[in-house]
Structure formats: C-alpha cells, structure tokens
C-alpha cells in the first residue's frame, strides 16, 4: 500500500467518525425542538407520540411513547390495588389549545382583557405554553378538584400521591401555600417528570415572548409574566428537580 493510499484511508475513517458523531448529536438535539415544546406539530404522526388504548382513556388521546410506557405500568399496579386510572386529557396541539383559549375568551368578553386572561388562567394554558404540548402531562379520572377530596375520587388520589412518584408522575400544580404561582390547585394534573424536566429546560432557555403569538390576548404573555410565573409555576419540589437537570 502507498504512503498516499494510506492517509486517504485514516482520512476516510476519521470524517466517517466525525459524521457519525455529528449525526448522533442532531438526532439527540432533535427530539426535543422549538416546535415541540410550542406545540406546532402534528403528534399523530410523530414517531414520539403514540395513540392510547381505549382501556386506558375516555376518547382518542395521544402521549409520549416513554410517557405512556410509564403510565401502563401505573394503571396496572393501580388495578391490582382496586383503583381504576382513566386518562382524560393528554397531548394537545397548538391548534386544540388555541380552541380552548379562544372559546373562553370569548365567554369573558365582559371583562377588560387583562382581566379575561387571568381569569382564563386559572386552569387553562396559553397556547404555545402549555404542559399538554408536549405530550408528557395527563389529566386523570376528573377535572374537578371537589372529585378527589370525598369518597372513590379520595382514595384515587390518595394512591396516586402514595404511588405516582414511583412511575416518574407527579402533581405539578399544587396549592399555592407555599408560594407557587401560576395556575390554580389541579389534582387531576400529573406530570411524568423525567422527561417533561428536559422539555421545561429547553423551554425556559430558547423559548422568548417573541414565540407566543397567535391567539387572542396573545399580547398580555409578557405583561402577566407567564413564562416565570406559569410555565414555571410548578412545585417547588419540582422546580429544584429542574434546575438541578
């Protein structure tokens, strides 16, 4: 073999390693994308998202494959233990959040705007800022907080404090004694924390008031705050899970 012959091979091998190392580096980067975490995308072909089985919810839902492979788990540990899961609510598009925002906007008409938004954001995400985007948030058995503090939605919730944690889920949005801000008290409202903790961290560093945009009272993002005071206003106990990853 010539000299020449020689380093057009190692200079072959090397770019073949560089490349495949590149190539890792962008599929790694690209599972989680603005888009993603703004919720302009299609989930119901995105090879992330699955559909879930009928058994597990109350109409056609959607979740992260890791998410629902979780949540399976759950559910089956839960009816061994006489208590019955139904998933409500799971990934919501930008599209389907707007249409929640929207039709509540329009029902407070009679407030000022600020007004209508705060009063919107009691319970509901902006578009573009919600949890539910990114198909790691589900909302289970009711969405009644009255539910879960008396008779079969008491002992749901009581297992599911006792047991989620177990499975990566946990409550988000708590009461707000501790200080927490943002959305009101959702019992219903569990989280699977391993990967929404990625999602919240690239949301808080690459997601600006520029990027929400598209709705009615789009405008009031920055004004109410919402990225400090809602996006990130989770538990406390959580928040430090964040910051730490």
């Known amino acids: 073999m010539s000299v020449k012959s020689f380093i057009v091979i190692c200079?072959?091998?090397?770019?073949?390693?560089?490349?495949?190392?590149?190539?890792?580096?962008?599929?790694?980067?690209?599972?989680?994308?603005?888009?993603?975490?703004?919720?302009?995308?299609?989930?119901?072909n995105n090879k992330l998202f699955v559909k879930v089985n009928p058994i597990h919810s109350s109409k056609t839902i959607y979740l992260n494959k890791e998410v629902y492979n979780a949540f399976t788990n759950m559910f089956n540990q839960a009816k061994t233990d006489s208590i019955?899961?139904?998933?409500i609510s799971g990934t919501r598009n930008f599209s389907e959040q707007k249409s929640i925002w929207e039709r509540k906007w329009d029902k407070y008409k009679?407030?000022?705007?600020?007004?209508?938004?705060?009063?919107?954001?009691?319970?509901?995400?902006?578009?573009t800022t919600s949890r539910h985007h990114w198909g790691t948030d589900m909302d289970l058995n009711s969405l009644s907080n009255s539910y879960f503090k008396k008779g079969k939605g008491k002992k749901e919730y009581e297992w599911l404090v006792k047991n989620?944690?177990?499975?990566?889920?946990y409550q988000v949005y708590t009461n707000k004694e501790n200080g927490r801000t943002g959305y009101n008290l959702e019992m219903w409202h569990w989280s699977y924390i391993p990967l929404a903790t990625k999602y919240l961290n690239f949301y808080s560093k690459h997601i600006n008031y520029?990027?929400?945009n598209g709705f009615k009272g789009?405008?009031?993002?920055e004004k109410l705050n919402i990225i400090n005071d809602y996006v990130n206003g989770i538990s406390?106990?959580?928040?430090?899970?964040?910051?730490?990853?």
Do not use: C, W
Not at 164 to 169: C, D, M, Q, R
């Open 11 to 44: 200079f072959s091998i090397i770019f073949s390693f560089e490349n495949k190392a590149v190539s890792q580096d962008t599929v790694q980067h690209d599972i989680i994308y603005k888009d993603l975490v703004l919720g302009k995308f299609n989930y119901k």
């Open 84 to 87: 019955d899961l139904k998933i």
């Open 110 to 127: 009679n407030l000022q705007p600020i007004d209508r938004a705060k009063q919107i954001l009691e319970y509901s995400s902006m578009p």
């Open 164 to 169: 989620a944690s177990k499975y990566g889920f």
């Open 210 to 212: 520029q990027d929400i």
């Open 218 to 221: 789009f405008e009031l993002a």
């Open 236 to 245: 406390e106990e959580l928040k430090m899970a964040t910051l730490i990853n």
